[in-house]
């Protein structure tokens, strides 16, 4: 505290057998001190913020129908929330090589029967139906 009161030459604090306390110079200072350390935690939260962040390239191979109907709705959102990623995506109703087309991420509709790569339901679509489904 003496330093401090040698740097700025002004007394911060008022020393007497009853204790410290602050004095106007000191009040004024912690004010401003409180706000240079909320600055500092801000600009440290907002680095750790930045590294935290998602970034990169994502390469995707999923059937046209699913591309057009139901990624480019999640993939724009996925986006608004990511900006640091953009995602590369073919659609096709082909079969691909994942591995030699270097994809991250392949989605298709149907099974899959491949022991090298780690495959997930998404979800289930019922291809059967009734007719009397269909005539009302």
């Known amino acids: 505290m003496k ?7 002004t007394r911060l604090v008022q020393r007497s057998a009853r204790g410290l306390s602050l004095t106007y110079s000191g009040q004024t200072f912690l004010v401003f001190a409180r706000r240079l350390l909320q600055v500092r935690d801000g600009a440290v939260e907002a680095a750790k913020a930045e590294q935290q962040a998602l970034s990169g390239n994502i390469r995707v191979a999923a059937p046209i129908a699913i591309g057009q109907n139901l990624l480019a709705t999640l993939v724009s959102r996925f986006i608004k929330c990511h900006p640091g990623v953009t995602i590369e995506w073919n659609l096709t109703d082909d079969a691909v090589d994942v591995t030699s087309a270097g994809y991250d991420l392949w989605i298709r509709a149907g099974e899959v029967r491949r022991d090298d790569l780690i495959v997930r339901e998404i979800f289930h679509v019922r291809r059967s139906f009734h007719l009397s489904q269909i005539i009302q």
Not at 3 to 9: A, G, M, T
Request: without cysteine; hydrophobic residues 55%.
């Open 3 to 9: 330093r401090l009161e040698v740097i700025l030459d």
